[in-house]
């Protein structure tokens, strides 16, 4: 019986694959795409002014508020001046450190540091946010605590808050691939390139740098799109800043179809990012 | 390989300045769990443990704890099957539209969970006219965790090859027992991690679950958000943050012990 059946599957390849393929597509295009399509259409829908109903009329009003106000236009480009100072810090601690792992560590350390520098992303999202909370909290915190002595004071709560939270949050993903990239770069390589009379800073610049720019944009996709579409912990330490998120967050109870539009920002954002690093061949490498 | 000792010791202290920029906030969570004033205040002035069994005790917790259990096993079953099934198809066949089902995979997880979140809750009340509860949580966790488990499973098939099936084959074993004894003991490792991450990305998951989730339910991180505010609770919101700071090194022992391929799980 259950030969016969194996022997029934066996010769139909076809029937094979659409069993293998049916449920995942279904459960992707149906209900994922199939949402992401309703969002969109949403987007071009208006709300009725005495009842809060979503009207199906199309008409690109929202399109325009959207544009002209320059309410919307700021935190357009707040958060897209903290996505990339976001990027651009971790960027900064994480060469550094996955060098240190992947060159100088003792092969016996290399493991440890790997798993020390994985283990804070299984932690809970809000609770590193809220840890944070405590470091930052003016006067009563930690840092105004041990930093105060030498004349530094926390920033407080807000755009810069923000910078470090989300900063704490994503290192991690910049520094992985920055490690992998650096464990596969032979060391003849930067051998080869002190023997040849570079320093260590210009082996940097013109050796490693670009061999590991591949991993630079693997990371920065994670650092730079997760930072975009984020409202959490602008609640949470951004004081009364608003980023992208926080808009879309509001707009949901009261327009959605306001919140569908305002929604598009960060994706077209990030389809425009995803072709910039396209062209550059980045992800060709990976 | 030469590098100046100067610029060794640089990199070194680089590295202890960034873990301690990594630790000093999570241990700041596990001391302030045992601080005995009610508001929060650094340093403590002194040290209990009754908040943590207080927080034991706790309906709230418990319950959100439960729903979080739950969602995230579900969610997990949903995205091994579908996960796997993808990777299989995509290994071992050529089929019209492959690119694009594999870059349809990745988009749950790409695009920002806000995004997600209000296309599902949007598809669920206004078009379908569902009312959200643990289905729609579920439903959402699955649809940005079937990636995980996808990449795990790919990456392990396509280093499996098909010559181990196919000398199983050849000995004349048919397809149902060549799978059972050959090809999933070989994957078992990977489809591990995968559920593992997928598990712990259901059950840290918030944004998704704040517009899926009906009124009714509370996973554990919109319990913790919901209480953040209130002052009242705040000792305990502080021992379930402890908790969950502690019970991360878990996954990372385990993905250690099982797995060689890869350190992190399989996130990359």
Known sequence: ?286 | MTISNKARYALMSLMGVGLAFIYIPLSVVIINSFNSSRTFSWPPQSFTTQWWSKAIGNTGVRKAFGWSLTAGLLATAIALLLGTSLAFAVSRYDFFGKEVISLLVILPISLPGVVTGIALSNAFNQQLGISTGLMTIVIGHATFTIVVVYNNALARLKRMGTSLQEASMDLGANGITTFRLITLPNLASALFAGALLAFGLSFDEIVVTTFTAGPGIQTLPIWIYNNLFRPNQAPIVNVVAATLVIVSVLPIYLSQRLSQDSTSGGRF
């Open chain 1, 1 to 286: 019986m259950k030969s016969s059946v194996a022997r029934w599957m066996y010769k139909r390849p076809k029937f094979r694959l659409v069993a293998l393929l049916a449920a995942p597509t279904l459960w992707l295009v149906v209900a994922y795409l199939g949402a992401l399509g309703a969002l969109l259409v949403t987007a071009f829908f208006t709300i009725d002014s005495f009842t809060g109903d979503v009207v199906a009329q199309f008409n690109l009003g929202n399109f325009q508020d959207m544009l002209t106000d320059p309410a919307y236009r700021n935190v357009v480009l707040r958060t897209l001046g903290i996505a990339l100072s976001v990027t651009l810090i971790c960027a900064t601690f994480a060469i550094p450190m996955a060098f240190f792992m992947a060159k100088i560590a003792k092969p016996r350390n290399q493991k440890i540091l790997v798993a020390l520098v994985l283990t804070p992303l299984w932690a809970s999202y809000l609770v590193k946010i809220y840890a944070w909370r405590s470091m930052l909290e003016p006067r009563t915190g930690v840092i105004d605590w041990v930093l105060g002595p030498i004349g530094i004071r926390s920033p407080g709560f807000g755009g810069p808050a923000i910078v470090i939270g989300l900063s704490y949050l994503w290192l991690p993903y910049m520094i992985l691939p920055i490690y992998a990239g650096l464990e596969r770069l032979p060391n003849s390589l930067l051998d080869a390139s002190g023997d040849l009379g570079a320093g260590n800073f210009y082996t940097f610049r013109r050796v490693i740098l670009p061999l590991i720019f591949p991993s630079l944009v693997a990371g920065s996709m994670f650092t730079f799109s997760l930072s975009l579409g984020d409202y959490i912990t602008a609640q949470i330490i951004g004081g009364k800043l608003q980023m992208l998120g926080n808009v879309v967050y509001q707009n949901f109870s009261i327009n959605l179809p306001f919140a569908a539009t305002i929604a598009t920002i960060p994706v077209a954002i990030m389809a425009i990012y995803l072709w910039l690093v396209r062209r550059t061949g980045a992800l060709a490498s990976l």
